[in-house]
């Protein structure tokens, strides 16, 4: 691409991320979604064969044309965006007649109907006339949100607005945005109280659609709202032929198309013969030129004798009455692809409507947008005439959903959706309705969680959330059976990605039989619902069997080839004794005699009886399943199957029997205990899964999955300093997934295993092992001393900005960092730090939409900040709820990985970017570690950032002006303050270019010495360096050396070593390490960093092989040594010597 000035000319190549993707694309096969202010605006077969021509000679009057449209897509943040606009122009340019005349295009954000225009370039198209008859060429316009860039444009749409200018012609056969960058999903929260009373949040007017005629929409409405909860079903009334007329009254030609539609869909609709009907009027795609007037609009007369006509055709033959038709549409999605269609012809066809007698007791519906944000300006114009205001939300903000139903209840009229496309329209219905009467008609197949959504809906609302910027909600509801349920769902078409998590707030609980715990998380797609049944139950006693006793009679429940049936609480047999099994919130109940000889031996219920039974121990549906609620110190016992199907799932004893009845009952003979009987368990426990360390300062922290073991007890921790063996239990009796070793000294690998043991003392094997290593950081800050110049590990104090200047503030003894506005605070780290890992605590408060807090360190290599962590009005902390933001008492605990930028990061920075008085960002406990784990036990013994060459490194070149900082072959140079050096052969007549030093550090016995050296090529191309090792105090004697290929595109690491173990490099031993970077003749390189490592080896042994093996760590051998070195070390593993750590 070519850019004079602001013009761009012709993309010759579009070059974007590895990993972009294209979000939005148009082919310009109609000017759907587009809008004009000007005409001249029409469909042409140009290019790749459609395209849009916009032609001043075509306009309006206006000399120019314009044209706009909103994409739909919703800017994130940290993304790179390109937009690709294919264009040919049709009118000279004046100073070049290859080139088309410029037009102007603009990008815009669109926040809840507001726009907003942030960039604007101008486009210089080639020229062709005729037409080209291919794809035209491409022309781009970029933006991004990377850093502090574009943050007020994050959770707006994206609009595209171009202008053909003066006296032009052009044609676009293609619109495409590209996104580039990582997936940025912060988590929304609903919280939820299984006891709480909650409100009355429902719809009750449920529908089905088939005016797109499909059987199984029908079935999957029947089977999962239920046939009962269909209140009406949708038909349509094509207009797709002329009407015949028979004594005055509209017919439908017999035998035609309209008729075999309505007879299509009356079929489906009769499958439920108690729902009312709905007709919608006009097929926009098929409509009969029959029904359009002159001025290419609908006429009203003949589409509301249509309407006529089709109620009259239902009535006549399907038993229906005009009564049975709950409502009419005149229009379908008006706003999209409706040529024939106007505001003011609605109002003409809704006005011939009510001049009809026969209509006079069918509301009317409408204006029936495809678009919440189109309802309004449609609805406005008609409200007179609309019964009950509707629309789709296909395309639409929330915000626009919200005040629509807002403004139709504000005339004091009932909202519906006639169109339900994604039960989060529902959601947010159901939070807004204020009269009975308002739901909706399902549009296309009815999925298990919106038919569950219609059932639970009717019950208690006990928890709600929108998120507008990704267009997802949640909810949560206690149906009329008690069952609590969550749902997610997000838009059709305006969804973005998002994650969800919901937590229980008063107890632990099991998600769709997960748990017991007390959050579960999802993430949802555009146009994707889930939903979630919560349970729970309290736990009985954990005997391997027990006696299950009635408290009302001295009974005792038992199973025998008689059926389930009582006996006297003395009995003790095996018939009398039942493994209670956890079931997710739930029980299996077996008897112990039946499982023993194989027989039916799990207690169960069945639907229509109050009778038990046991069935066998492989069946697991409802019936089977029992919960518990404890009362006092016995239990109530519920069928779950009873439950869920309405009938009587309690266990009581009536007339010496054991029967079920109504949850109401709370007598003593609905009241049962349990003992042990005394049986045992020889089976340990299954081992603990997913074993995984942390590491945080000098603690270790194990996590692991909870055990599901019915009878699970407590865990043990087990600690190696070698693999596979030599473990001693470190910690037992823990009853959490979790624990921290703080006994691991520091810099030193450790192995790890956890086992499970139950309540009779079995003990599982152990779980598989995983390795840590314990540190402390290189750098931390507490404020705790109340100034900027504390902690350890830095290269001076905190900076400050000047105004406004950060403050450390006291929190209930506990001093912190406080930012407000735009303050903030920088400091240099006292070394280059190994892989950093930046750690703080953080507590955002009262930020509001569009101002954030971030982290970001100073990388020399690029000579910028970066931003590697933001917090923005989600993240605020409980402070922001209340209004006092004066406090940090939400503190929470962030963690960065900076391995991408080291050695290169040199400094961290908290800054915050507010514009309200309230914001506010708190900051404590900094910490930087160098993540070093698996890594063999080494300390950093030189290092040097290539700031200076005087007094440092030699140089040598042929240049005469060698040596020296700024002159010769080899100099120091600078690239946004950040130095280095650079060696070039073209400079001073060097020639050929090298330089060279002394470390300062004396080579030892038995270590393994690595180099590392950071460059980067100055050519346009890549090159090589040679790096030569040797020992400085022996005439640079050499110890080794490679040559490395170094590229242009970033500084990268190049790394050498050499050991002194069992005899090598003795020579060297006690004498100085001298490190040599050459580029050689003719060559250009830039060195940034160079790193000396000093690593010892663990372990060394003659394996009676060719040569010595040598490795630095004997449990990561794996890495060195083939499987047939391994064969017969078992022999001779003793003989092995733990020489050093």
């Avoid at 017999?254 to 499958?271: D, Y």
């Avoid at 779950?640 to 009581?652: C, F």
């Avoid at 939409?849 to 409980?878: C, F, L, Q, T």
Wanted: proline share 3%; with cysteine; hydrophobic share 35%.
């Amino acid at each position: 691409m070519i850019r004079i000035g602001n013009v761009l000319f012709m993309l010759a190549a579009i070059a974007v991320s590895l990993n972009a993707e294209t979000v939005f694309i148009d082919d310009m096969l109609s000017l759907s979604g587009w809008s004009s202010n000007t005409g001249g605006i029409g469909l042409v077969n140009y290019g790749d064969g459609n395209s849009v021509h916009m032609s001043s000679w075509w306009s309006d009057s206006n000399n120019f044309t314009h044209m706009k449209r909103d994409t739909g897509v919703i800017i994130q943040d940290e993304k790179e965006y390109e937009l690709l606009i294919g264009a040919e122009g049709h009118q000279q340019n004046s100073s070049d007649p290859a080139l088309g005349k410029p037009i102007s295009v603009e990008l815009y954000s669109i926040n809840e109907s507001v726009e907003d225009i942030f960039q604007t370039a101008s486009i210089t198209p080639l020229y062709n006339w005729p037409a080209s008859t291919a794809s035209f060429p491409k022309y781009s316009i970029k933006f991004d949100t990377l850093g502090e860039d574009n943050q007020d444009l994050i959770g707006k749409s994206l609009g595209v607005q171009i202008w053909g200018n003066w006296w032009n012609s052009l044609s676009i056969d293609k619109v495409e945005l590209v996104s580039s960058g990582a997936d940025n999903q912060l988590s929304t929260k609903l919280f939820f109280d299984t006891s709480a009373q909650g409100e009355t949040k429902k719809l009750d007017y449920w529908g089905v659609c088939q005016g797109w005629i499909n059987e199984s929409n029908m079935t999957s409405a029947i089977d999962n709202m239920g046939a009962e909860n269909i209140d009406s079903v949708r038909f349509n009334f094509s207009a797709s032929e002329p009407l015949s007329y028979s004594g005055g009254q509209p017919v439908l030609p017999a035998g035609g198309e309209m008729q075999t539609t309505i007879q299509n869909a009356l079929a489906q609709a009769q499958r439920v013969p108690d729902a009312d009907l709905t007709l919608v009027a006009g097929n926009k795609y098929i409509m009969d030129d029959w029904y359009i007037r002159s001025d290419g609009k609908i006429d009203p007369v003949k589409i509301v004798d249509g309407i006529i006509a089709a109620i009259n055709y239902v009535t006549s033959n399907y038993g229906y009455s005009t009564e049975d038709f709950d409502f009419v549409e005149v229009y379908n999605e008006p706003d999209w692809e409706f040529p024939q269609g106007s505001r003011a012809n609605m109002y003409e066809i809704m006005q011939e409507y009510r001049t009809r007698s026969q209509l006079g007791s069918i509301p009317i519906v409408g204006p029936s947008t495809l678009s919440s944000s189109n309802a309004y300006s449609w609805y406005d114009p008609n409200r007179d005439l609309i019964d009950i205001g509707a629309t789709h939300v296909i395309g639409g903000t929330m915000q626009s959903f919200i005040d629509f139903i807002n403004e139709v209840h504000s005339d004091d009229k009932t909202f519906l959706n006639p169109e339900i496309h994604n039960y989060i329209e529902l959601m947010i219905a159901a939070e807004l309705s204020d009269r009975p009467g308002e739901g909706g008609l399902f549009w296309g197949e009815v999925d298990p969680a919106e038919g569950r959504f219609v059932k639970a809906s009717q019950g208690k609302r006990i928890a709600y959330k929108m998120h507008a910027p990704t267009w997802s909600g949640a909810s949560a509801y206690r149906d009329l059976q008690g069952r609590v349920w969550l749902f997610l769902g997000s838009s059709e078409r305006r969804a973005e990605k998002s994650k969800w998590e919901f937590e229980c707030t008063n107890r632990d609980v099991f998600f769709d039989g997960e748990g017991p715990k007390r959050e579960v998380s999802l993430n949802i797609e555009n146009h994707a619902f889930d939903f979630i049944e919560v349970t729970w139950g309290d736990r009985s006693p954990v005997y391997f069997s027990q006696f299950v006793d009635n408290l009302s009679d001295n009974s005792r429940l038992a199973a025998d080839f008689n059926g389930v049936h009582l006996k006297d609480d003395s009995n003790i047999s095996d018939y009398s004794r039942w493994r209670f099994r956890p079931e997710g919130a739930f029980y299996y109940i077996d008897n112990t005699a039946s499982l023993e000889s194989r027989r039916d031996s799990r207690l169960s219920a069945w639907e229509g009886s109050n009778s038990l039974t046991v069935v066998s121990n492989s069946q697991e549906n409802d019936f089977v399943k029992w919960q518990l609620t404890q009362v006092g110190g016995s239990y109530y016992l519920e069928n779950v199957g009873k439950q869920r199907a309405g009938e009587n799932p309690r266990l009581k004893i009536a007339s010496g029997a054991p029967v079920l009845t109504d949850s109401s009952d709370t007598s003593m003979q609905a009241q049962w205990s349990f003992a042990d009987t005394g049986e045992t368990d020889s089976e340990p426990p299954s081992s603990p899964e997913n074993l995984s360390a942390a590491v945080e300062d000098s603690i270790i922290t194990l996590n692991w999955d909870d055990s599901d073991e019915w009878d699970f007890s407590s865990y043990s921790v087990y600690r190696s300093r070698v693999s596979s063996s030599g473990y001693v239990e470190i910690a037992a009796d823990l009853t959490e997934s979790e624990f921290q070793d703080s006994t691991a000294e520091n810099s030193r690998n450790y192995y790890y295993a956890v086992t499970a043991k139950d309540v009779f003392g079995n003990e599982s094997p152990r779980s598989a092992e995983v390795k840590a290593a314990s540190h402390s950081p290189l750098a931390s800050d507490d404020f705790q001393s109340n100034d900027f110049a504390s902690g350890a590990g830095w290269n001076g104090n905190w900076q400050l900005s000047s105004s406004p200047s950060p403050v450390i503030q006291n929190c209930g003894g506990n001093y912190v960092l406080k930012l407000t506005e735009d303050a903030s605070v920088s400091r240099a780290f006292s070394q280059r730090i190994y892989k950093p890992i930046l750690q703080f605590d953080f507590d955002a408060d009262s930020l509001e939409s569009g101002e954030y807090a971030a982290a970001e360190i100073y990388d020399s290599a690029r000579g910028a900040w970066i931003s590697v962590w933001k917090a923005y009005y989600h993240d605020n902390g409980g402070d922001s709820i209340g209004g006092g933001n004066d406090t940090a008492d939400n503190l929470t605990e962030v963690t960065v990985d900076l391995s991408e930028y080291a050695p290169t990061a040199q400094q961290i920075r908290f800054k915050s970017s507010v514009s309200s008085d309230e914001g506010v960002l708190f900051i404590d406990n900094v910490k930087l570690f160098s993540n070093n784990f698996g890594k063999p036990s080494g300390s950093v013994v030189y290092s040097d950032g290539m700031s200076v060459l005087s007094g440092v490194w030699n140089e040598e070149s042929k240049s005469a002006q060698e040596a020296g900082e700024n002159v010769g072959g080899v100099r120091v140079n600078t690239e946004g303050d950040i130095p280095f050096v650079e060696m070039n052969s073209w400079w001073d007549g060097a020639k050929y270019t090298k330089i060279y030093t002394s470390a300062g550090h004396t080579i030892s016995e038995d270590k393994y010495y690595e180099v590392s050296v950071y460059m980067k090529s100055s050519l346009q191309e890549d090159t090589n360096a040679e790096i030569i090792l040797s020992d400085a105090d022996s005439s640079w004697a050499e110890i080794t050396s490679e040559t490395f290929n170094i590229s242009p595109a970033q500084i990268t690491k190049h790394t050498i070593g050499f050991s002194t173990v069992n005899g090598a490099n003795q020579n060297s031993v006690g004498n100085a390490l001298g490190i040599t970077v050459s580029p050689g003749w003719w060559n250009a390189v830039s060195v940034h960093a160079v790193y000396v490592e000093e690593k010892e080896f663990f372990y060394q042994r003659d394996t009676n092989q060719d040569g010595i093996v040598n490795f630095c760590d004997f449990v990561d051998f794996s890495q060195s040594w083939q499987p047939s070195d391994m064969e017969g070390i078992k022999d001779f593993a003793g003989s092995w010597l733990y020489s050093s750590d």
